[in-house]
């Protein structure tokens, strides 16, 4: 029997599954962390845990009979989604995207910055001699900024015991790790900003789904400084930013 693989990792993966069992679609998730794997316990029985590369996505494929590839991977998991998409081409398989919605800040902001990836929003923070960074951006390019010797460097991590341990085992400062689970209102980003005195918030273009909207909001209400790190660019094979629509074409087909 043919299956759907769902390629998870965000919240849009709940409403993915929970559609396609619903029209008894035959399915298998894949995340690629342990917080993955507890986040989406309830699609258990049909989860698996692990990163793969192309070569292995081939044989995943292949092992289980799947016809076709839903990506709902992070908006910066560029080679999670280019792997995918070439897999699918190689095997003939349908492939699906569900990209957000990329929200354009509709306020004029003159402390509001781009950074092209992780390295040039740390430059930037040099550039303009920024002493006391909000991070926001996750744990996966952490020893980048920590490299980078900020006067104080403040990250916001998940609130698990392996995360908060690599800070410990690298001798970091406890103060300086905010170990909070989302979403983030704008009112508790505010909070944040002002209980560790911040200058300037490093973030990702996340969408609304992953709180862009009151990340940036929270810092001009604070009057401190965003750099914004844009998302990789990657054109993608049958993109959708409605996911109602992209999920009643994968149960119907595309005729």
């Not at 559609?19 to 316990?41: R, W």
């Not at 103060?175 to 689970?181: D, E, L, S």
């Not at 909001?217 to 401190?224: F, G, H, K, M, V």
Request: glycine share 4%; hydrophobic share 35%; net charge neutral.
């Amino acid at each position: 029997m043919s299956r759907i693989w769902v390629i998870g990792g965000t919240v849009e993966t709940y409403k993915v599954c929970d559609e396609l069992l619903h029209n008894n679609k035959d399915i298998i998730v894949s995340v690629a962390t342990d917080y993955g794997y507890e986040e989406f316990a309830k699609f258990k029985q049909f989860l698996v845990k692990g990163r793969m590369d192309k070569m292995q996505m081939i044989e995943f494929c292949q092992n289980n009979c799947i016809n076709k590839i839903v990506d709902v991977s992070h908006p910066y998991a560029k080679d999670v989604s280019k792997n995918a998409m070439e897999v699918s081409d190689e095997l003939c398989i349908k492939y699906y995207r569900y990209e957000r919605t990329d929200i354009q800040v509709l306020q004029k902001y003159d402390k509001m910055y781009y950074a092209d990836d992780h390295t040039d929003a740390i430059n930037l923070a040099k550039k303009f001699n920024f002493k006391r960074v909000f991070l926001t951006t996750g744990i996966k390019d952490v020893d980048k900024y920590i490299d980078a010797n900020f006067d104080e460097l403040f990250i916001r991590i998940l609130p698990r015991s392996e995360q908060i341990a690599y800070f410990e085992n690298k001798g970091y400062k406890s103060k300086n790790i905010i170990a909070m689970q989302g979403p983030f209102t704008k009112n508790m980003n505010i909070e944040t900003i002002k209980h560790i005195n911040a200058d300037v918030m490093i973030t990702k273009q996340s969408g609304k789904e992953g709180g862009f909207d009151e990340k940036v909001l929270s810092c001009i209400d604070t009057e401190i400084s965003v750099i914004i790190i844009k998302r990789p660019l990657l054109k993608y094979e049958n993109r959708f930013d409605n996911i109602d629509f992209m999920i009643k074409k994968i149960i119907l087909g595309d005729e």
